[in-house]
């Protein structure tokens, strides 16, 4: 599975450009701690956060993270969606709680 | 491979540029055919060192060096110090700002999560500032076949 296969979900819109959308995708990891989301996250993760912070991209990159889900239609700032942008590190919006994130991604097969 | 060795500056309270010293160390390590579970490893304990004296200290440097056997890095920041090591490798134990807690850090995870990823740990610290030095042993089996 695909970052781009998230966006045929209607619960989902991108925030970033087209950079990193055919990263892979393998799993789900949710946390609004980084020393957490260093500790725990894998590989090819979504990061589901409200954290709307840079450094949230410094450690998806160090992690090789998939993409970032801002769920509760967080506001993410520009210096943000530029750098990701850098990293490739497609950045994706939802109105939806973070439970409720995870289990529409569930939904849509993403492993966890 | 020939060594690596490089000092980095880190500024105090400078969270924008806080992962730096971990990002540029990777790309090294990559470089040098590491797998990518000791690339990580690795990763993980610098980070948390490097926002270590971002978030704590009145700033610092960190020294590098990478040789085929191992990695060595030495934290050496200008204090104010750690007031009680014991506490502070406690897991869930934080002394952090608020600062540090807006931009997603201060979980008490940090020298806990350096520990668990390294394979020697010295801290000293005092009011004059505080040390940390971290060994990473690379074996055979760290390099992709």
């Known amino acids: 599975m695909k970052v781009k296969n998230l966006l045929e979900s209607t619960d989902f819109y991108l925030i970033s450009d087209n950079s990193g ?3 892979e995708v393998n799993g789900i990891y949710s946390c609004d701690l980084l020393s957490h989301v260093m500790g725990f996250a894998s590989e090819k993760n ?4 409200v954290l709307n912070n840079i450094n949230v991209l410094g450690v998806a990159s160090l992690l090789d993270l998939s993409c970032v889900i801002f769920s509760h239609k967080i506001q993410v700032n520009e210096a943000i969606i530029i750098k990701s942008n850098e990293l490739n590190i497609p950045l994706i919006g939802t109105k939806l709680t973070t439970s409720e994130t995870v289990i529409s991604l569930y939904n849509l ?3 966890n | 491979m020939e060594p690596f060795a490089r000092d980095y500056n880190i500024e105090k309270h400078d969270l924008t540029n806080a992962g730096t010293i971990a990002s540029l160390t ?3 390590l990559k470089k040098r055919g590491l797998t990518r579970d000791f690339i990580k490893k690795v990763t993980i304990g610098i980070y948390e060192a490097e926002i270590n004296v ?3 200290s009145y700033g ?3 020294a590098i060096s990478i040789t085929d056997d ?5 934290f050496t920041d200008k204090g104010p110090g750690i007031n009680s090591i014991d506490d502070a490798m406690m897991a869930g134990f934080s002394t952090a700002s608020s600062l540090a807690i807006e931009n997603g850090f201060g ?3 940090g020298l806990p999560n350096i520990k668990a990823v390294s394979d020697k740990m010295v801290l000293t610290s005092s009011k004059e500032g505080t040390r940390l030095y971290l060994k990473f042993d690379i074996s055979s089996d760290n390099y992709e076949s």
Not at chain 2, 70 to 74: A, D, F, G, L
């Open chain 2, 54 to 56: 971002v978030i704590h």
């Open chain 2, 60 to 62: 610092g440097i960190a």
């Open chain 1, 109 to 111: 097969g993403v492993p």
């Open chain 2, 70 to 74: 191992s990695i060595e890095v030495t």
């Open chain 2, 26 to 28: 990777k790309r090294e």
């Open chain 2, 107 to 109: 979980a008490g995870m």
């Open chain 1, 46 to 49: 979504i990061l589901i956060t």
């Open chain 1, 21 to 23: 959308i055919k990263n």
